[in-house]
């Protein structure tokens, strides 16, 4: 997650903000009570939420899997873009979750959400097959190679599985990388290139967002 479009500059970006992004009211203030928080950079920016949105209408999505939910900004964005259907959202206990409900609550838009805390990975092999629109995975780094066929088993053909931090703030290009997420980064970014069960595009939005479409 990140606060600001990467590669473009203030003006640039305030232009973007400025002419694109159609930030309600309540987003808004769940942007600016997250960014009081110590994890602050693990919100995703407005454009990014407001790219999902898009996609749950463009597709039809009406059975979204979230994969870190943190205080609920981009779980909102997909909930209101739903008529109706499901977003089952997958995170850890912590403290912002109560914020996410918060929001949620005061959007009208829980009954439309189901959260499930505990390892992702784990919550995910309870699943069913084929049976899911789209999947947004935005956590546990080190997983994205593991988090990919997961969601390649419970995704419908045609349907979406987008990953956050695709650029990971530039150190995708280190040759000697520093951590096991950006190892896994960098794993999930090469295997993705030639993966033959996807349509493949990485959009430099955000911290990079990859969009994979399942074709079989």
């Not at 419970?154 to 987008?162: A, D, H, K, S």
């Not at 956050?164 to 530039?170: A, E, K, M, R, V």
């Not at 896994?184 to 993966?195: E, F, V």
């Amino acid at each position: 997650m990140t606060a600001q479009t990467l590669y473009l500059d203030d003006a640039l970006y305030h232009y973007l903000q400025a002419v694109s992004v159609r930030e309600t009211p309540l987003l808004a203030r769940l942007r600016v009570e997250t960014q009081a928080l110590p994890e602050a950079r693990w919100q995703v920016a407005p454009e990014q939420g407001q790219l999902l949105a898009l996609l749950v209408r463009l597709i039809g999505a009406q059975r979204v899997i979230e994969v870190g939910t943190f205080t609920g900004y981009s779980a909102l964005c997909m909930a209101q873009a739903m008529d109706h259907g499901q977003l089952l959202c997958c995170d850890l206990p912590g403290t912002y979750n109560d914020i996410a409900w918060h929001y949620w609550r005061e959007a009208a838009v829980a009954e439309r959400i189901e959260m499930r805390l505990g390892p992702a990975l784990q919550t995910l092999a309870t699943l069913p097959d084929e049976r899911y629109d789209l999947i947004f995975i935005d956590a546990d780094k080190a997983n994205y190679p593991l988090y990919l066929e997961e969601a390649l088993r419970l995704l419908r053909t045609g349907g979406l599985v987008v990953f956050d931090n695709t650029l990971w703030s530039g150190r995708v290009l280190q040759e000697q990388a520093d951590s096991d997420d950006t190892r896994a980064i960098q794993a999930l970014n090469l295997a993705l290139k030639n993966d033959p069960r996807v349509d493949l595009s990485m959009l430099p939005i955000g911290d990079g967002l990859t969009l994979c479409r399942k074709r079989l």
